[in-house]
């Protein structure tokens, strides 16, 4: 199976700054990455598929990249409602696997 | 627009069983393949199964196989997870979802609670 990875598992930062979060893959997915946001008690929501394609709906001020093993989402400029638990998602291969999460909270 | 209600979530006890149920509305259901994926208490999300939008296709989490059982009626525009012989690491929120062409989740619904304890 492949296991995912995501860096860092916390972070705190300011409304307005800019995030970046880092998943990376235990073999080669191509770009079969997909990142959601979850806020807490409530349903994920999908943000990007195809590591850097954004989810009808989505803002601009998300943004994907990556291919091979490593992948980053950023957020341009973190704004309150952005403050949640985003997770990475491989489905190059059976079982899908999802990384453990990033929660972002507020400095 | 896009709309998943599970439902069949409640307390069971080790060992017995549990169906849950996905109503989907707002897209042509038959069209779609669909996921289940469960969250355990202040855990993660944990992948489980999908299904093909023809049922012909059915992948597994190893947690899982040969326990869950991912089915749906396209007629009645329903997901379902039969639960059988359940454990309490099997205790989650339960969450099906919409695959896109691509497989990947594009919608997901509210969840449905499930508690294995004796």
């Known amino acids: 199976d492949i296991q995912m990875t995501q860096s860092p598992s916390s972070l705190s930062a300011s409304v307005g700054d800019r995030v970046t979060i880092t998943c990376r893959a235990s073999?080669?997915?191509?770009?079969?990455l997909a990142w959601f946001q979850q806020k807490p008690g409530k349903a994920p929501t999908s943000l990007i598929y195809?590591?850097?394609s954004l989810q009808s709906g989505v803002p601009s001020k998300f943004s994907g990249s990556g291919s091979g093993t490593d992948f980053t989402l950023t957020i341009s400029s973190l704004q309150p409602e952005d403050f949640a638990t985003y997770y990475c998602?491989?489905?190059?291969?059976?079982?899908?696997?999802f990384g453990p999460g990033t929660k972002v909270d507020i400095k | 627009q896009v709309e998943l209600v599970e439902s069949g979530g409640g307390v069971v006890q080790p060992g017995r069983s549990l169906r849950l149920s996905c109503a989907a509305s707002g897209f042509t259901f038959s069209s779609y393949g669909m996921h289940w994926v469960r969250q355990a208490p202040g855990k993660g999300l944990e992948w489980v199964a999908v299904?093909?939008?023809?049922?012909?296709?059915?992948y597994y989490a190893d947690s899982v196989k040969g326990r869950l059982t991912i089915s749906r009626d396209n007629s009645k525009n329903t997901l379902y997870l039969q639960m059988n012989s359940l454990r309490a690491e099997d205790t989650a929120v339960y969450y099906c979802?919409?695959?896109?062409?691509?497989?990947?989740?594009?919608?997901w619904g509210q969840g449905t609670l499930v508690t294995v304890s004796s």
């Open positions: 073999q080669g997915i191509s770009n079969y």
């Open positions: 299904i093909w939008h023809d049922g012909d296709n059915k």
């Open positions: 195809a590591a850097s």
């Open positions: 998602q491989q489905y190059n291969s059976y079982p899908f696997t």
């Open positions: 979802a919409r695959a896109s062409a691509t497989v990947v989740i594009d919608n």
